[in-house]
């Protein structure tokens, strides 16, 4: 059957289709379509839709049994187009450790004659859309993921969205948001991943960063605020924070995009420890931010007084 030749739409109630050699298994496992709808659906043991523009919208999808990993929606058939993912709710026992993800695609390029035919190939770049879903996955661990796509030799470009609603994350503890990368390309071919709205663990990585192929590529992370309040002393110039830490780390260095200060109880004052003062970041990672109040003619503090310093930071670069 050629990929043309399907396309699937779903409108409500409980979807059962048989998955593998697993007969008591209900899911919702579709292959070489061309465009799949599935709305307002229980898919009881997961989902895998292969092919390409892809939509599940108002839809509960619990894990698949038979992956160790806990993946609740798993495509290993992706020939490109939007895999769009709106107010869902995933759920699942598994630990999200391993080579998978909670949500993982895998989109397919020339293959090697081995793992897959040299015929393959994806037909138009893969767009992944994030609107509005919660992950619940309570026994997730240090490593767990919650979104992987993965390419294989991707002849087309990978593009990734976290919009409106974005991502809620239930879980204790994991490694990321997103990972994207490929296994053959050292570079993936992308015009931009954008990780915003998430909600999750405290630090997990909002782009998982180890991997060379995204180092250059066109971001955008979710903004962060980095918040201290330090005491302005008699005998310096200036007063420094201890490192902060951002609740989700970046991929790489962000940008400033705003240091200030103010009053520790927000009451309209101009002058900290006897002067005026200008706010700065002292020290910057992916990691955390320490920042720091100076004295505007660099003369030392006249009193001791406290004052709280605020930064914002991100990555624009799309």
Not at 96 to 109: C, H, K, W
Request: proline share 4%.
């Amino acid at each position: 059957m050629a990929l043309a030749d399907l396309s699937v739409s779903v409108a409500k109630g409980d979807l059962a289709l048989t998955w593998g050699a697993l007969p008591a298994i209900t899911a919702g496992d579709v292959v070489i379509v061309s465009a799949c709808q599935i709305c307002n659906c229980n898919l009881l043991s997961g989902a895998s839709i292969g092919g390409r523009n892809v939509e599940l919208s108002g839809c509960e999808i619990s894990e698949w049994p038979a992956d160790a990993t806990g993946s609740c929606f798993w495509v290993s058939e992706c020939v490109g187009g939007t895999y769009k993912l709106v107010n869902c709710t995933l759920r699942s026992n598994g630990d999200g450790q391993t080579s998978s993800a909670f949500l993982y695609i895998n989109p397919q390029g020339p293959g090697n004659g081995t793992n897959r035919p040299v015929e393959t190939k994806m037909r138009d770049d893969l767009t992944v859309i994030i609107d509005g879903v919660t992950i619940v996955t309570p026994n997730a661990g240090s490593l767990a993921k919650a979104v992987r796509i993965q390419g294989q030799n991707a002849n087309k470009k990978i593009n990734v969205a976290f919009v409106g609603a974005g991502i809620i994350w239930k879980a204790t503890q994991g490694l990321c948001f997103v990972m994207v990368t490929d296994d053959t390309l050292s570079t993936v071919p992308t015009d931009h991943i954008i990780v915003d709205n998430v909600t999750g663990p405290n630090g997990v990585e909002q782009l998982l960063r180890p991997d060379a192929g995204i180092a250059n590529a066109n971001v955008r992370m979710m903004p962060q605020m980095a918040s201290a309040t330090v005491s302005c002393s008699t005998g310096t110039d200036q007063a420094a924070s201890a490192s902060v830490a951002f609740r989700y780390k970046f991929p790489r260095l962000p940008q400033v995009l705003g240091v200030s200060h103010r009053s520790t109880d927000g009451l309209a004052k101009m002058a900290w420890g006897g002067k005026q003062v200008t706010s700065a970041v002292y020290a910057l990672t992916a990691n955390d931010a320490r920042l720091v109040a100076l004295t505007s003619d660099l003369a030392n503090f006249t009193s001791t007084e406290d004052i709280r310093l605020s930064g914002l930071f991100g990555i624009q670069t799309v």
